[in-house]
């Protein structure tokens, strides 16, 4: 029966792919395993405890076979950028038979700088994968669970703050996007985010999102779109920045997404697959000691 479960949780993961059988016992012993690994998720609180964190992360499962290279990355859309360079060797060498990348998007263009430009490193993954025929996935849990998630902490307007205007940041910075860009841009997100049950009745238009501001910094001369990048971080507090809740966001979104990218990539390395990944490198270190413990016992 215990196989039997460990199989059918296998095909729910990952769909129907080639698997040993004779591994099939070990996998759901491992698979247990990793529930109690997952304890081994750093918390961005602990931070400032990580004296050297692992932006990098090569593992193999002795019992299946599977491989994990996992690369920390800057979000970047420069394609001259060398991290870039450093992807697709590791890429060419290792041969995944499957990748994973940080995001939601799906698209690539026609050749590998273009793709960089357009998407960043997700851009990369995706099109490494499609000239070699292999899956991409992205590791952002379905975003309604994620909301469902934030809305236990937080009101529906706080988290709708939190996506709006960390979005707004980041094309900002990324992108040098002005502010007639950035209203067009913030207008879809708008859109995009009241479409999620439990925000559906959360702020919809700009005259909501300058109330929202009003009401939560008052005494901010700051508008919308001018909002520092620190106030996003998940590393600091509200407190320090004065952000007044979004870094407690990022911080409990984050944590969220950390848990859901270990347990694909856990998962799928268990199963036996050369698995590639690359995310913001912060993600690496916070999940290095749980992957390292999930995949070849090291806790």
Known sequence: MNNFIGLIKIIIVFGIHPINVNHIGAFVIELADQNSCSKELIGYKQWPQVMEPEWTIHLQDPNSGGILVYE?????????????DRLVKLWTAFKPTISFYEGTGSGFSSSLNESIKKSGEPGLIRFLASKDKIEARSLEPPKQLEINHLLNTFSADQVMLFYV?????????????NIEKLQAVTTNTLKHYS?????????ANFDELDKAVEKYWPDNDLSWWQFPSNWFSPTATSK???SVFTNEVNRVSSEYRDKYMFEKLTASVLA??????????N???????ALRCAIDGNK
């Open 72 to 84: 920390g990355v800057h979000h970047s859309f420069n394609s001259s950028h060398p991290q870039y």
């Open 165 to 177: 205007l960390r979005n707004t940041v980041q094309l900002r910075e990324r992108r040098s996007l």
């Open 195 to 203: 479409k999620y049950e439990g925000l559906n009745s959360s702020i």
């Open 240 to 242: 320090e920045t004065g």
């Open 272 to 281: 036996g697959h050369r698995v590639f990944g690359a995310v913001g490198r």
């Open 283 to 289: 993600h690496v270190a916070m999940q290095s000691h």
